[in-house]
DNA sequence: ACAAAAGTGTTCTTAATACACCCATGT
DNA sequence: ACATGGGTGTATTAAGAACACTTTTGT
């Protein structure tokens, strides 16, 4: 490859990240709202273009940085948007490197504003508005590959709190694979991969019978679930 | 995104694929041999630099019927490499897109030279010798991928040959998993799928008793095998 | 007749599914 | 007392694993 060749010369790269975490039982994404054009205004998964010294997971993580402050994000690369043609105000040829992030939220600070974002928000993954470029087939790419990632025991651990209960589990299994388990059936899965325990405390979370708080054991290996 | 900042000005995408068929039973791959350097006479995957004004697929595809004349390959995108720093004799800063192909080779002409190539190889998978830039580590990339798309029934039928037997087939199973089966067992597995018939002809490949040879349905769903 | 690989059925074990009743809480 | 959701055990069914003998061909 030749670089005087016009052939390959106004390339770029974008790598883009889809965060997602679990908050009250439900998956939500990591949003931010753009401070400028194209798409000012506009809600947006986070990222941005990849400098030419840098690797593409340090640029992932320096993009995730400077847009929210998290810095413990498991990332897993999952797909690539070909952008030819579809970016308003980019004279480039851009390639979007589509990243899948993983967080504790209850564990990470966020940052409201940055540099090109004004603000950011833990938006519920049902009920997504509009994004900025073509970001929602990118999110309902990245959910798609969630479904995957979901019935890996250490990618549980990596999403939810410290503490939670058989029905916030059961919860965010049917959300997100779209579909029911049966309570007894699911609870005996659960407790059959040896992964989890019981804390013996107690949560009335809707004004029920309280239901028990499990918590992961300290290592666990990756099993699949489903 | 500002085209004038050095940051992003020497970036390129490079899309490169390990294209599977199957031979006399064993699982091979593409390979070319460069007629340039870098890596001049190296044996290498096939691939190439995209243009500014194509997308990922097209290029790809145009990358295998220069080099091969392939054009009725089967293309997975299924990973990407940063080859920020690996390649000598390369100014731009790349990034390679790894796509899997899967032909028949029977059905499949392949050109002998091009351009950028000398000579052509169905290479064995289990055999591969060192390949130019890091493609020995795409293509093992690849085969772990392969072991993800061999348990769907209609990649098996793009695979493989019109007419073939269960020990080719088990065989085949037997080297992309790497683990055994119960001939009895495998059997009955793939006959109740439901996706292969009888031809009532029967071949004697080592001049032991002969075997059946089965063909794939006309229409078949794309169903699970393992 | 013997070596080499192919064909065939049955039993056992394990995992998945279906299902009904009692319990603790707040109102 | 009742409505709501949580907790528990058993019986049935389906899938996967284990296993041995007979058949065909070439030498």
Redesign the pocket.
Known sequence: MRVENELYKKQGIHVISAIFTVEEGKMKVLLIKRKKDPYKDSWALVGGALYNNENLNDGMKREIKEKSGINNVRLYQFDVFDELGKTPGIPFRMVAIAYLGIVDGKRTDIIKESRNTKNIWWCDVKNVPNLAFSHNDILNSAVEKLKDLIVQSDILKALLPKEF????L??LYEGILNKN?????F???I??LNIIEDTNK?V??????????YKFKDKIECKKI?
Chains 1, 2 share one sequence.
């Open positions: 209960t058989m029905p916030e059961q919860n388990f049966d309570r007894r059936n609870r005996k899965k407790l059959s107690e009335s979370i809707n004004g029920n019978k309280p239901s028990k708080l489903f």
